[in-house]
T-cell receptor, first 110, second 115 residues
């Protein structure tokens, strides 16, 4: 199956800093999603981005499908950005199960 | 995005009992529902995929006789953990998808603690 690697595993930043999270995947994908898991466990869907670039407020993401990686950018970090960020992929669309990376645990300090 | 609910959000049970978790898609017809499991400080692992009206497909290493999945309608899937044991304690999360949608939509999860 597809392998997903995320880096870094842990990241501690001061409020206001910018960060880049990386997701490498081992095979072609038709679905790539970035999630933020809050302290209560809820997965918040940030981006559906199998290719290209998207932006939503302070967050943006870029996927270079030909090189099999995706980047999540967080600008002007806030303490509420803390949590675990997961990248998940599948070779199919919405009807295929997702393979998750191990996540990046982000801590934003005030 | 679409809304998916799970019930219950928390369950504590004694070893040997069975526990049923419901997953509902509230505003779209989910032809496919997925069940994931997440142990503390670990990632999510896909357990099984269920299509409405047919048997679930289980991932390697997941016991189908222990984790019974029913997807009887386009808005409801259930996961029953039979004869639960402490090692089954985990966070169970469902998601709903369909061929017409690009993404999956996740429920809020159910925390199971087996004593």
């Amino acid at each position: 199956g597809i392998q997903v690697e995320q880096s870094p595993p842990d990241l501690i930043l001061q409020e206001g800093a910018n960060s880049t999270l990386r997701c490498n995947f081992s095979d072609s994908v038709n679905n790539l999603q970035w999630f933020h898991q809050n302290p209560w466990g809820q997965l918040i869907n940030l981006f559906y981005i199998p290719s290209g670039t998207k932006q939503n407020g302070r967050l943006s993401a870029t996927t270079v499908a030909t090189e099999r990686y995706s980047l999540l950018y967080i600008s002007s970090s806030q303490t509420t950005d803390s949590g675990v960020y997961f990248c998940a992929v599948s070779s199919g669309g919405g009807a295929d199960g997702l393979t998750f990376g191990k996540g990046t645990h982000l801590i934003i300090q005030p | 995005g679409a809304v998916v609910s799970q019930h219950p959000s928390w369950v504590i049970c004694k070893s040997g009992t069975s526990v049923k978790i419901e997953c509902r898609s509230l505003d779209f017809q989910a032809t496919t529902m997925f069940w994931y499991r997440q142990f503390p400080k670990q990632s999510l692992m896909l357990m099984a995929t269920s299509n409405e009206g047919s048997k679930a497909t289980y991932e390697q290493g997941v016991e189908k006789d222990k984790f019974l999945i029913n997807h009887a309608s386009l808005t409801l899937s259930t996961l029953t953990v039979t004869s639960a044991h402490p090692e089954d304690s985990s966070f169970y999360i469902c998601s709903a998808g369909s061929r017409g949608k690009e993404t999956q939509y996740f429920g809020p999860g159910t925390r199971l603690l087996v004593l």
